[in-house]
Structure formats: structure tokens, C-alpha cells
């Protein structure tokens, strides 16, 4: 892509922008018309950009394709339950000489892999309100998910659980990033009429 490619982009962007400014100046946006953009939206623009951002080119993919999207998506959830069964003959790999710390590989890999179910959530969720302009939103759900709540559950788990706290520390910070997200969003629900 050249320069005057990216140039042009950001200048159809730019007048998308200036065009709502405008619109919600001029009065012509507001009430249910808003509800109407936000619903629109959440349904059609959000997994439309995600799939651009996955397929390139200049046409519209075809349904192979999003189809091919969404079996991949099916395919890393499976991949992710293949890596919690395939525990034991990967740990046996690196610390197949001890029983003792094979048997504490197996189960922590199997803890940990919980993390994933979660963890795309919470990133769609920051991606959101970075979409919707409110970056502190977005940036409170990066901050308390990566720091707070993983520095908090790995200090305070271990004492609950012992050594299964520590590998279910970073499950249990993406369940409270999600728990954070879920109140974010019902709680921004009539701000941004989605």
C-alpha cells in the first residue's frame, strides 16, 4: 500500500467524522436515529470490520471465506481443548524424569488453559469502547485485566488454593475482567444506544 493509498484512507475516514460532527450539530442526529447507527453497529459494521481486518484485498469476501473465519475460530477453541487433553504427553516431554513435578505440569496446564475461554472477550470488550472514543474505559479494562486482578489473584489465590491458585490466577483475572467489562457495558448501554 503506498503512501497516497494510506492517505486517501484516512481522509475518507476523516470526512466520515467531520460529516457526524455536522450532523450532530445541525440536529439531524438524535433519539432514535442514534439507536439506530449504535445498533447498526454492534450487528453489522463490528463483525463486518472484524472479518476486513482478517481478509485483504480489495473486494468483499465471499461466504467460503467467512465461513473459513468462523472454522478457524472453532478450530482454536478445539485447539485450546486438544492442549488441556494433550497435557500429560506434552509435560512428559520437559519433566518426564519426575513423576511428582509431571503430575503438578499436567494439572497447572490444565488450570491455565481456562484463561483462554475468557481473555478474547475482554480484549473485544477495551476494543470497543476504543471504538466508541472512551479510552478510559478501555483503558481501565486493559489496566485492572493485566495488573490488578492478576497481581491480585496470584497473591491472594495461592492462600485460598494453594498451588492450583497460582495457575488459576490469570482464569480468575480474566473472569473479573469479564465480570468489569459486563457491568461497563450494561452501564454504557444507554449512553451509546446499543
Known amino acids: 500500500m503506498s503512501f497516497f493509498d494510506t492517505l486517501s484512507e484516512m481522509l475518507v475516514l476523516l470526512f466520515a467524522i467531520l460529516c457526524g460532527f455536522a450532523a450532530n450539530r445541525l440536529g439531524i442526529l438524535g433519539g432514535e436515529t442514534d439507536r439506530n447507527i449504535s445498533k447498526l453497529l454492534l450487528r453489522i459494521t ?35 481443548l486438544a492442549f488441556a487433553l494433550a497435557a500429560p504427553p506434552l509435560g512428559r516431554i520437559f ?77 480468575a483475572a480474566e473472569l473479573a475482567a469479564l465480570v468489569l467489562t459486563g457491568i461497563f457495558l450494561a452501564a454504557n448501554r444507554r449512553t451509546y444506544r446499543y
Open 46 to 80: 463490528m463483525p463486518a470490520m472484524i472479518l476486513g481486518a482478517v481478509c485483504t484485498g480489495d473486494a468483499l469476501p465471499e461466504v467460503s471465506v467467512v465461513l473459513g473465519v468462523l472454522k478457524v475460530a472453532a478450530v482454536f477453541y478445539v485447539l485450546e
Open 95 to 171: 519433566v518426564g524424569y519426575d513423576p511428582d513435578l509431571l503430575a503438578l505440569t499436567v494439572r497447572g496446564l490444565r488450570l491455565f488453559a481456562l484463561s483462554f475461554l475468557f481473555s478474547g472477550l475482554n480484549i473485544f470488550g477495551s476494543a470497543f469502547f476504543t471504538a466508541l472514543n472512551n479510552g478510559l474505559i478501555s483503558a481501565l479494562i486493559s489496566f485492572l485485566r493485566t495488573l490488578v486482578f492478576q497481581c491480585g489473584s496470584v497473591v491472594l489465590l495461592p492462600l485460598a488454593l494453594g498451588v492450583d491458585g497460582i495457575w488459576l490466577s490469570v482464569a
